[in-house]
């Protein structure tokens, strides 16, 4: 008796519960449990097939009386896991598990089967199902392929919108190794990648994969890879996230070249170029720049909007301002300047100062302007001498009566 109230506790404990089904007097008999199980308070009636069948829809009443005729005249086991409504209209889930005995004469005497409540893990299970879905979805949308590898490097998840671009179909995708995939030179790099990302690391590459969709364009990839574990901590794999950076990288390729081309102009015009970050103070010279004032970069530093001011010459500074709080309300489309800065040597240079404000707060106000140096001290030498000439020939003209006798005596 001390056994049976046991067994009877650890069935409900586990919410399960037992029946017997007698063949020759077609009888069914139940353990407590089960009588919970199907919402009865008591186990003080007897019970027929029929009262647990008309817990099932009519469709998996017919599945289960077809497994149960099975197992009654041909001896088949069958487990099956329905939904279930008990006799207080409670939705259930249920796992039935059930087996034929067997007499001396090798006649099916009695069958006898296992009831479970499994509702609480089906509805995790949907919940998992659901949240499956719901990642498929959120990931799919990615411009991205998100894939995991196994321990042995094999593809055996894959994710993502431009999976449909792939010159692969999935089905050829997982299994494979992603040398397979990207060939053996390129596919060895990211071989060596996922080993280190197995050993714990997480592993980040820039423009490091290249694949051609099917129409022909060169796809580029930014590459992560990161550790995979299981509850106990132990790495079962890698994750792989691969950011399709392919129009990044075209703009960075066409930045290059114009960049590339921008230097090659500045190398004609001998200019220097600076570049303001108005919020800091921060000032980024070329060498040129320096180079005109007599300084290399290096003695400059530390560099900022305070040694363009420092080098500029102080009756000019009045003038620049001016000229750049017109630009900076927006009176004039660039701050055009020509001024004078203090030479290492101790005279001044005179420079083509120009410039342009290319950011803006939501306000209006300036953040970052750009600009160029241009040594013209020759240029203004030149037109300071031509000055002073005409200005001499001019006070010859005003003092002489003849005018026709100076014009004669320059030409002498």
């Known amino acids: ?16 519960g037992g029946w017997e089904y007698d063949v020759k007097k077609n009888e069914m008999s ?12 008591s186990d003080q009636h007897s019970v027929h097939i029929t009262e647990t069948l008309s817990c099932y829809s009519a469709k998996d009443r017919k599945l289960f009386l077809k497994k149960f005729q099975k197992c009654k005249h041909h001896g088949v086991n069958f487990d099956l896991t329905l939904p279930f409504t008990d006799f207080n209209g409670l939705k259930k889930w249920v796992r039935t598990k059930a ?44 411009e991205d392929i998100v894939f995991t590898l196994d321990r042995d490097q094999k593809i055996t998840a894959l994710y993502g919108s431009l999976v449909e671009e792939l010159p692969f179909d999935e089905e050829e995708i997982i299994g494979r190794r992603i040398t397979d995939l990207l060939g053996h030179e390129s596919g060895a790099i990211h071989e060596q990648n996922v080993f280190m990302a197995l050993q714990g690391e997480t592993v980040r590459t820039s423009h490091s994969s290249t694949i051609f969709s099917d129409d022909g364009q060169e796809l580029r990839f930014d590459l992560t890879l990161s550790p995979l574990f299981d509850h106990s901590g132990s790495i079962t794999g890698v994750l792989g996230v691969s950011r399709n950076v392919t129009q990044q990288y075209v703009y960075q390729k066409l930045l290059q070249e114009a960049k590339e081309r921008y230097q090659h102009a500045l190398a004609g015009t001998q200019a220097g170029t600076w570049d303001w970050d108005l919020k800091t103070g921060t000032l980024f010279l ?5 180079e005109i004032v007599g300084y290399t970069l ?16 102080s009756e000019d500074i ?9 630009h900076f309300s927006g009176k004039t489309d660039f701050y055009d300047c020509k001024l004078r800065m203090k030479h290492k040597d101790g005279h001044n240079v005179w420079v083509w100062d120009r410039g342009q404000v290319v950011e803006r707060d939501a306000s209006g106000n ?4 750009v600009g160029t140096h241009i040594d013209i001290n020759a240029w203004m030498t030149a037109e300071n001498l031509l000055r002073i000439s005409e200005k001499r020939y001019r006070d010859l003209f005003s ?10 005596m320059a030409f002498m």
């Not at 400059?300 to 040694?307: D, E, G, V």
């Open 1 to 16: 008796q001390r056994r049976e109230h046991l067994l009877n506790d650890i069935q409900e404990i586990s919410r399960t």
């Open 99 to 142: 087996r034929p005995i067997w007499n001396g004469r090798g006649e099916i005497e009695k069958i006898l089967g296992v009831v479970t409540d499994v509702t609480e893990e089906k509805l995790r299970e949907q919940i998992l199902i659901e949240n499956e879905h719901k990642f498929s979805a959120v990931v799919n949308s990615f």
């Open 318 to 326: 009045g003038k620049s301002e001016k000229l750049l709080d017109e």
């Open 399 to 408: 003092k002489s009566a003849d005018a026709s006798l100076l014009i004669k």
């Open 366 to 369: 300036p953040l970052r302007m």
């Open 30 to 41: 139940w353990t407590p449990s089960l009588y919970y199980i199907h919402g009865y308070n």
């Open 286 to 290: 070329n060498e040129r720049w320096a």
């Open 298 to 313: 290096e003695e400059l530093k530390p560099i900022s909007i305070k040694t363009w001011q420092d080098l500029l010459c």
